[in-house]
């Protein structure tokens, strides 16, 4: 069972960054090398939606049209960590990140049926 620590949410103005990291382990030790990363959010009464993926294979990496040229995706095989750097934020960018991960390398997904490893959310608010 892979676990997923979440950080980096916050309170930012539109136009603003943050970067979120999430921080992966097994009890194991089994490497976590071979997994497939994505980060999801959920805003109050809406659906969890995808916002990017990174995939273990090549690093192909997947973002929602919403945050295409803002968001990127990026890993650290080395620390275990998976980042997502947001810029650019809007209001509409706010909600509840999650982190998921799922032991298919070469998966490239932004539908949360796909990963069943998720990590506790980290609130991020883009005040107008």
């Known amino acids: 069972q892979v676990q997923l620590v979440e950080s980096g949410g916050g309170l930012v103005q539109a136009g603003g960054s943050l970067r979120l990291s999430c921080v992966a382990s097994e009890a194991s030790g089994f490497t976590l090398d071979y997994y497939t990363y994505a980060w999801f959010r959920q805003a109050p009464g809406k659906e969890r939606e995808g916002v990017s993926c990174?995939?273990?294979?090549?690093?192909?990496?997947s973002y929602a049209d919403s945050v295409k040229g803002r968001f990127t995706i990026s890993k650290d095989n080395a620390k275990n960590t998976v980042y997502l750097q947001m810029n650019s934020l809007k209001p509409e960018d706010t909600g509840f990140y999650f982190c998921?991960?799922?032991?298919?390398?070469?998966?490239?997904?932004?539908?949360?049926?796909?990963?069943?490893?998720w990590g506790q959310g980290t609130q991020v608010t883009v005040s107008s």
């Open positions: 990174i995939s273990a294979s090549d690093g192909w990496t």
């Open positions: 998921a991960a799922a032991p298919h390398a070469e998966l490239v997904s932004l539908n949360p049926v796909d990963f069943h490893n």
